[in-house]
């Protein structure tokens, strides 16, 4: 229910699609992977196309959709094509949120809300992993075993880990991306689904500043003290849910 509210004060349309995957749609094919991991190319490949497809979306609602009627208010568009194209992903849309805008060509700002990088350090420390945990336990029950296996699995996510893009949002933009781009990671401190270990990496490696006053300081982040700040931050925010445990 947030998004219309977002949506109306912003004066927005908004517009979205699936992240191929990692949607609702591949879960049957997702619970497979534990039973064999040689079928993880099925899952990951699937995000490198999931990465892109918003320049696909964004492109045709600014351009051959802009006449369609889900977009039109009686007999004008909704959408001015003119105007500066924003992102806003939360969870999996500001993990893989990171990937996609660093790819978009017509983001000017974004928010990846509680977003990470780096999946093989993301997945056995989410509380979203459990059912897919249970079903390694049966074909891995060595725990450290289970650890190498996800290392290994990291060289097939690498090729859409924020982890290998994160740094071409903002200080490395891409050929022909916006040189004034502006991002903002809102992290949500003790978050049982993306740990903040894995935003933290994500910091180091976009070097966007921490907003201050952090909840905790991350090793080798600048942190920008005078407020208002107008440029791009990432910023801890507390929701009192305690601290997560040591280790």
Known sequence: ???????????????????WGLSQSDVPL????PQDVAKAPLL???????????????????G?????????????????PASPLGYYGNSLGGIMGTTA??????????VMNVAGAVWSTLMNRSSDFGPFLDIFEGTQPDRVAQQ??????????????PANFADHVLKDPFPGAPTDRRALWPVAWGDAQVANIASGTLQRVAQAPLLAPAIEAWVGAETVTTLPHAGSAFVQWDPKRGVYPPG
Not at 44 to 60: E, F, G, N, S, Y
Not at 101 to 110: K, N, T
């Open 30 to 33: 997702a619970v497979q992977l």
């Open 64 to 80: 051959k959709l802009l006449k369609h009627p889900w977009l039109q208010l009686g007999s004008k568009p909704l959408v001015d």
């Open 148 to 161: 190498q296996l996800f290392a290994l699995l990291q060289t097939m996510w690498d090729l859409s880990d």
């Open 101 to 110: 805008v660093s790819l978009h060509p017509d983001v000017h700002r974004a």
């Open 1 to 19: 229910e947030f998004m219309p509210h977002l949506a109306a004060g912003a004066g927005a349309v908004l517009v979205g699609t699936d992240w």
């Open 44 to 62: 990951t490949d699937k995000l490198v196309q999931a990465a892109v497809q918003p320049i696909a979306l964004t492109r045709a609602v600014r």
